[in-house]
């Protein structure tokens, strides 16, 4: 590709970023932007799948239809505060409100953790971004990979949670999250990343990640991972639907498959490449085999059917964006 791609270290690379000091300044306020995203992402939860604003009216009380005040509106800290209920009539407000912001404000610090402080590794065996031979402007670009990857993890939550409550995927999410991925990757085209493999004579390998350095590079490898991800399961999805209608096992209208989750993946690959679409199919499948294999021995086959597979590929996204190369060097360790 001559020029396109750089190659960064995985494995020795110490951050060349901030002083641990004005590390811990920037993760604290990563926490609290986390938990004020999560409190929005909660009105998108809610109101996308009712196609209501997100902006307009500010947020009330379901039941007696008050303004909550801006006092009584503090992520996390209001919803203890004030015991889970509304102030004005009582009405109990479910926990899922505290934990979507506490599980974003949580994602956001890990985003975080993948540029660790000066000397340092990242915690939790988490891939640090950085190369220690890496020129500042360089590693000052990468920097701005952290809101991008907010953006990122914020779209797969609300997908997620949208997916537990109504059993879709709204195309803000997934359409939105294709045309994002392929805009995002051409204006910082280090967001797509794939993992290379390099052996020497003596049989030892070493694991690199693959970052693209220019615009063109960058929107093609999205272009490459969209289609990874959207093409290969549309396909299935097609023959699966002709299979079984053939069979008379689903109706003239129904499909086999949701398109959503085909839609998601492509989402995925735009944002992370070909490789992390890919693996979020297989991860995904293994999820749901782990999850099913306990309900069916307990009999209870019924709650299948309430289990959407978006939050299996979501979760199967989020792990290769944290672990993909720990997770590719334990395979080549085990298989070579």
């Given at each position: ?28 306020f ?17 109101r996308?799948?009712l196609?209501?604003?997100v902006?307009r ?16 509106n ?39 953790c ?17 190369d220690?031979e ?21 779209g ?25 991925g ?5 204006l ?15 049989g ?14 960058g929107?093609k490898?999205?272009?490459i ?30 499909y ?33 085999t ?17 289990i ?7 979760a ?8 993909s ?6 395979y ?5």
């Amino acid at each position: 590709m001559g020029g396109e791609i750089v190659l960064v270290d995985a494995f020795d690379a110490m951050s060349a970023g901030l002083p641990p000091l004005t590390w811990v300044v920037y993760a604290v306020f990563s926490v609290l932007l986390g938990a004020c995203i999560g409190s929005f992402l909660n009105v998108c939860i809610y109101r996308i799948p009712l196609d209501q604003s997100v902006v307009r009216p500010r947020s009330h009380c379901m039941k007696c239809g008050k303004p909550i005040p801006w006092y009584h509106n503090i992520p996390v800290v209001s919803y203890f505060v004030l015991r889970g209920k509304c102030s004005s009539c009582g009405e109990p407000f479910g926990f899922r409100y505290a934990a979507v912001e506490l599980l974003t404000a949580f994602l956001f610090l890990a985003v975080f953790c993948l540029f660790p402080p000066a000397g340092s590794h990242p915690p939790f065996g988490f891939a640090s971004v950085y190369d220690p031979e890496m020129e500042p402007l360089a590693a000052l670009r990468l920097m701005g990979l952290i809101p991008v990857y907010w953006l990122f993890i914020s779209g797969l939550l609300v997908g997620t949670f949208i997916d537990f409550d109504h059993f879709i995927l709204p195309d803000s999410v997934t359409i939105g999250g294709m045309i994002a991925g392929l805009i995002l990757s051409t204006l910082l085209p280090e967001l797509q990343m794939s993992i290379a493999t390099s052996f020497s004579a003596d049989g030892s390998f070493s694991i690199n990640a693959v970052r693209c350095h220019t615009s063109l590079a960058g929107c093609k490898a999205s272009a490459i991972g969209l289609a990874a991800g959207f093409v290969p399961l549309q396909t299935i999805r097609l023959l699966a639907t002709w299979f079984f209608r053939k069979r008379g096992r689903i109706g003239p209208d129904d499909y086999a498959m949701g398109f959503g989750d085909i839609k998601l993946v492509g989402a995925i690959g735009a944002f992370l490449g070909w490789q992390a679409a890919l693996f979020s199919i297989f991860a995904a499948a293994l999820l749901g085999t782990f999850v099913s294999i306990p309900v069916l021995l307990a009999k209870k086959r019924h709650l299948l059917d309430r289990i959407p597979f978006g939050p299996y590929l979501s979760a199967a996204a989020l792990i290769w964006l944290f672990w993909s190369v720990p997770i590719c060097t334990a395979y080549f360790r085990l298989f070579l």
